[in-house]
């Protein structure tokens, strides 16, 4: 009985770890940003521009190139992804549909890297080229390339959800003489709302936590953006870009800043979709 | 009339983004394909060393990508290693030992771990190596610290995927053993851990292919351009997807181009590589599940 | 089926009820059941027939939702033991009430390791020791003879009623002083069925059994003793 209570205790004991990394995490980003909170100021950081010159290191710039990235990968990725995923799962043929999945799960293993690199050399040519403006490393540029990088993961929840309908619905529609796309819009879709609204939410935390594609793509300009044709920095590419900079200096302060935005951000979403999931869970 | 447009509607948008995602994905793909593979060859890895000496280590590789290579070896290793016995036994305990509250409550703390974004968890591994530190004065961002860094990235998935495992083996096989006087670690040790072995190991692979590609959470915490094979687990290094980044954005010359695109297509291959055999692996987990009904 | 009315009363159940969640599927038992006899357990599907066995070996437990009121004895090592105590052990108590289930549940491993699980499980490890205790166990289910030859093949190659006479076999090679079948022959052929009443008529001369059963035929060729699990009340006859 004693192996008994050793073992438990050390899965006990590794479950509490990995647990209390999710805190310590926090509790590092509190503890090094600590200055820039003191006396309230950390939401007038979140509000003012940056310009080191004049001392003011606020990332709302860095706030708002996140935003308009994020928010505009999502105009394109959502609608392909939702298309994409009732062809598979619906409208297309079956061995079309095998193989349409089959490439798309293979799309999810493909490093992000490569889709800056080829960003870099390819789209980023092709946009200076199509708008003649600047180097045509733009919001518009990250946002094409970031929807390619979420679009796999959040057909496959898609297409999950529309597979895990119940079978007797299928079939009561199926009965019924619906056609493919009718069953599409009055039967799959319907049920389906919430696993496609916790597939969004998951997408924009994705895209949100995503660094490599808006620092290859982007142009990191530390300005709030005009146009999707501009350059913008995210708070992620702020935290790669400012990571060499002097320890002590605020500059650098401001980094802690900018990840413990994107940690309360990510919570939330996760928060969100649980509670999602929950309503979910009641309802059936 | 108007069920007739929108039926027509729908079908034409699916079919549309469809192939609208496949050929921008070959366009992708293709471009690399075209660009990268010519490159490829022994000298693009080793540059001017011979192979031999470069693999025993006998001589540096200057030019290659050996190093950048050996680099994201090492670092997968080290940061899946660190990473796998915690992740299991965390899943095993939140399988088969907690309940109620408190299996939610680890589970939300898990998924908020999941949903972090790689540059904070690098921000975090950085930040640890500037504490340490203080203390040891050796600690500086390295190849250790950025394994432990990987390791807290990847712990999420190798819990999830060892609980969820463990939790899809159909009751009747779950209680053969403690029919036959197991004790819940017997049972555990004996049936069920063997039993999840398949869906465990697809997990982690995928972890090694996270921790293969990952370049944020590297480039916070101790990776460089240029390092060599690294001397100890407290030095810099190189490695392939930083190698990549770093070239898209700092190349000085055509060559140096060239060997960008070769480093993407070699890490293509890595990554099909280790995802086709996750996949082999979870298909046979499902077989043995049909079998044994 | 005769002189086994004087026997001495092996288990017994007092004022027992069970639940799942809210339902109530056993309803105030109080029985007792000979050594040394085959007591068949019938009834309607659904009464509780599956979760009246498995509160002998405390199985039940794994269960969630699942709560039991009452009280059960068995009679171990010649006396009486209240297998709710605290102070029983749950392996010890598993090992001398063997259990075998509807469908065959061969662990995925050879023959050989299959029976002799239960003894690692336990600590046994001299090789000697393991040797002659599977092959006598195999004897006594009537399967040495037919796999004698093939003990590392993976049990799951055997026939559906192999397996079956295999998992019986594992569950007597500790000797256990209970042995406590659900439905054994439900999935089986004729022939294979004829093969296990054989088995188990020849067991109840060591094993005090409990037998789930939907066939009647079975039951009068090989139960001492039927006990009736419905609705509302159970009888014994």
């Known amino acids: 009985m004693k192996r008994e209570c050793f073992a438990e205790t050390g899965f006990l004991g590794a479950a509490v770890l990995s647990a209390s990394l999710t805190a310590l995490i926090l509790i590092f980003m509190l503890f090094l940003g600590f200055p820039l909170f003191r006396g309230g100021c950390f939401f007038t950081l979140l509000t003012t521009p940056w310009n080191p010159d004049k001392g003011l290191f606020g990332i709302y710039p860095m706030l708002a190139g996140t935003l308009s990235i994020v928010f505009l990968s999502l105009c394109w990725a959502f609608p392909l992804s939702l298309g994409a995923s009732a062809l598979i799962s619906v409208i297309a043929p079956t061995g079309f549909a095998k193989f349409c999945k089959k490439t798309v799960q293979m799309l999810t293993g493909i490093p992000t890297v490569i889709y800056g690199f080829v960003g870099v050399f390819l789209l980023v040519p092709f946009i200076r080229e199509m708008f003649a403006s600047g180097s045509g490393m733009s919001i518009l540029s990250a946002s094409l390339m970031l929807s390619m990088v979420i679009s796999p993961t959040m057909i496959l929840i898609f297409t999950d959800t529309f597979e895990s309908i119940p079978a007797s619905y299928s079939a009561a529609a199926d009965a019924l003489g619906a056609s493919p796309v009718q069953k599409l819009l009055y039967v799959i879709l319907p049920y389906s709302r919430q696993g496609i609204f916790a597939g969004l939410i998951l997408s924009v935390g994705r895209a949100m936590g995503d660094t490599l594609i808006a620092l290859m793509l982007a142009g990191n300009a530390v300005a709030v953006p005009g146009s999707i044709l501009d350059s913008a920095r995210t708070l992620t590419a702020h935290i790669a870009l400012v990571i060499a900079a002097d320890f002590d200096s605020i500059e650098f302060k401001t980094i802690f800043a900018a990840g413990l935005v994107l940690y309360v951000f990510t919570t939330s979403l996760i928060l969100l979709v649980r509670i999602i999931g929950g309503m979910g869970m009641k309802n059936r | 009339m108007k069920e007739r447009f929108i039926e027509i509607f729908i079908k034409s948008f699916a079919w549309l983004s469809g192939l609208l995602l496949l050929s921008a994905a070959f366009v992708i793909i293709g471009f690399l394909l075209v660009k990268g593979v010519p490159t490829l060859s022994l000298s693009l890895i080793f540059g001017d060393t011979s192979p031999a000496d470069a693999l025993l280590l006998r001589r540096q590789v200057l030019t290659g990508l050996f190093p950048a290579m050996a680099g994201t070896c090492l670092l997968v290793l080290l940061s899946v290693g660190l990473a796998t016995p915690v992740g299991l036994a965390a899943g095993i305990y939140l399988a088969e030992y907690s309940r109620g509250n408190l299996k939610s409550f680890f589970s939300l703390f898990y998924d908020i771990l999941a949903g972090v974004p790689s540059i904070v968890i690098g921000l975090f591994g950085f930040s640890l190596a500037i504490s340490l530190h203080h203390y040891v004065k050796e600690i500086y961002p390295c190849l250790l610290i950025s394994a432990l860094a990987l390791a807290f990235l990847v712990l999420p998935y190798l819990i999830r995927t060892t609980q969820f495992a463990m939790e899809s083996i159909p009751s009747e096989t779950r209680l053969t053993a403690p029919a036959l006087g197991a004790t819940k670690l017997q049972n555990i040790a004996y049936v069920l851990f063997p039993r999840s072995l398949p869906g465990i190991a697809s997990g982690v692979i995928l972890a090694i292919g996270r921790c293969a590609e990952d370049t944020a959470v590297i480039m916070l915490t101790g990776v460089v351009a240029a390092a060599g094979i690294p001397g100890s687990l407290l030095s810099a290094y190189e490695a392939l997807p930083f190698y990549i980044y770093y070239i898209s954005s700092q190349y000085r010359d055509a060559y140096e181009l060239q060997t960008g695109y070769g480093a993407a297509v070699i890490l293509l291959i890595i990554c099909a590589c280790l995802f086709l055999a996750a996949f082999y692996l979870k298909n046979q987990l499902m077989d043995r599940m049909l079998y044994r009904q | ?237």
């Open chain 3, 1 to 237: 089926m005769t002189e086994n009315k004087s026997n001495e009363i092996k288990i017994k159940t007092v004022n027992l009820s069970f639940y799942y969640n809210r339902l109530h599927v056993l309803k105030d038992i109080s029985v007792e059941f000979p050594e040394r006899s085959i007591s068949a357990i019938v009834g309607p599907s659904g009464q509780g027939k599956s979760t009246f066995l498995m509160i002998f070996n405390r199985l039940w437990e794994t269960i969630p939702d699942a709560r039991m009121e009452g009280e059960a004895f068995i009679r171990l090592k010649n006396k009486w033991v209240n297998i709710y105590d605290r102070s029983i052990s749950l392996p010890e108590l598993r090992r001398s009430a063997g259990m075998v289930f509807q469908t065959p549940n061969p662990l995925p491993m050879s023959i050989f390791k299959n029976i002799s699980f239960p003894l690692k499980l336990s600590g046994v490890i001299e090789k000697q020791a393991v040797d002659e205790k599977v092959e006598f166990a195999l004897k006594q289910a009537f399967l040495w003879e037919e796999v004698k030859d093939r003990l590392s093949d993976d049990a799951r190659s055997l026939s559906g009623g192999q397996q079956q006479r295999l998992c019986i076999a594992r569950a007597l090679t500790l000797d256990p002083e209970i042995l406590l079948l659900d439905e054994p022959t439900s999935f089986l052929d004729a022939g294979s069925g004829q093969i296990i009443e054989d088995l188990l008529l020849s067991l109840k001369e060591s094993c005090t059994i409990l037998l789930i059963s939907h066939y009647m035929d079975q039951i009068r060729r090989i139960a001492d003793r039927v006990m009736e699990l419905s609705g509302d009340t159970s009888n014994n006859s």
